[in-house]
């Protein structure tokens, strides 16, 4: 047995005596054999850069889906971009750069929450879109998606923007010279 989760509104099922009632609040979980629905354990690797670090906030984008721990991007660096966008700044990006890095928060995304996560992210909308990337952590070099942005480089973000990202960067337990220059970017 395997634990899957149901949603009542969609199976018309209603919860059963003794299961475990999720965050998400069609969500519950119980025990019934592999193949009937979607299963938790179906998961992919996201390295979040940005805001999404903060798992208190991830709780709440995706309710199904934990923090696995943390890692570096190397070969990459965090800037920003889309100013033109409508937003107060520009907007958090990764590009290409030889000799940098970029703390990653990794969280282990549900099936359940991959849709929510896209659409807070504006895929949908052409804002950002998934790339594969290589994150280097304790345990070693692992697969994982993250957001880039589709826009150009350049512009400066919010100094609200700019002090949420080191916020979330010292939640998610990076280092604290990486923070201190989150806190000290120009903006």
Same mark, same amino acid.
């Given at each position: 047995?395997?634990?899957?989760?149901?949603?009542?509104?969609?199976?018309?099922?209603?919860?059963?005596?003794?299961?475990?009632?999720?965050?998400?609040?069609?969500?519950?979980?119980?025990?019934?054999?592999?193949?009937?629905?979607?299963?938790?354990?179906?998961?992919?690797?996201?390295?979040?850069?940005?805001?999404?670090?903060?798992?208190?906030?991830?709780?709440?984008?995706?309710?199904?889906?934990?923090?696995?721990?943390?890692?570096?991007?190397?070969?990459?660096?965090? #800037?920003?971009? /889309? =100013?033109?966008?409508? @937003?107060?700044?520009? &907007?958090?990006?990764?590009?290409?750069?030889?000799? %940098?890095?970029?703390?990653?928060?990794?969280?282990?995304?549900?099936?359940?929450?991959?849709?929510?996560?896209?659409?807070?992210?504006?895929?949908?909308?052409?804002?950002?879109?998934?790339?594969?990337?290589?994150?280097? #952590?304790?345990? /070693? =070099?692992?697969?994982? @998606?993250?957001?880039? &942005?589709?826009?150009?480089?350049?512009?400066?973000? %919010?100094?609200?923007?700019?002090?949420?990202?080191?916020?979330?960067?010292?939640?998610?337990?990076?280092?604290?010279?990486?923070?201190?220059?989150?806190?000290?970017?120009?903006?």
């Amino acid at each position: 047995m395997q634990y899957v989760t149901h949603c009542p509104a969609r199976f018309k099922m209603l919860r059963p005596r003794g299961a475990i009632r999720l965050s998400h609040p069609c969500a519950v979980l119980t025990r019934a054999p592999v193949g009937r629905c979607r299963t938790l354990d179906t998961m992919s690797l996201y390295a979040a850069y940005a805001g999404n670090m903060d798992p208190r906030l991830m709780t709440r984008r995706a309710p199904h889906s934990p923090l696995r721990g943390t890692g570096w991007l190397n070969g990459w660096r965090l #800037t920003f971009g /889309g =100013e033109q966008m409508g @937003w107060e700044g520009a &907007l958090a990006t990764i590009v290409e750069a030889p000799r %940098s890095q970029v703390f990653v928060a990794l969280y282990d995304i549900a099936s359940l929450d991959e849709d929510s996560m896209d659409r807070w992210e504006g895929v949908g909308l052409d804002i950002y879109r998934r790339m594969r990337v290589r994150v280097d #952590t304790l345990d /070693g =070099e692992e697969p994982a @998606w993250v957001y880039v &942005l589709n826009a150009y480089e350049g512009g400066l973000p %919010s100094a609200r923007y700019l002090g949420e990202l080191a916020d979330a960067a010292e939640s998610a337990g990076a280092p604290h010279d990486y923070v201190m220059e989150l806190r000290k970017r120009p903006c």
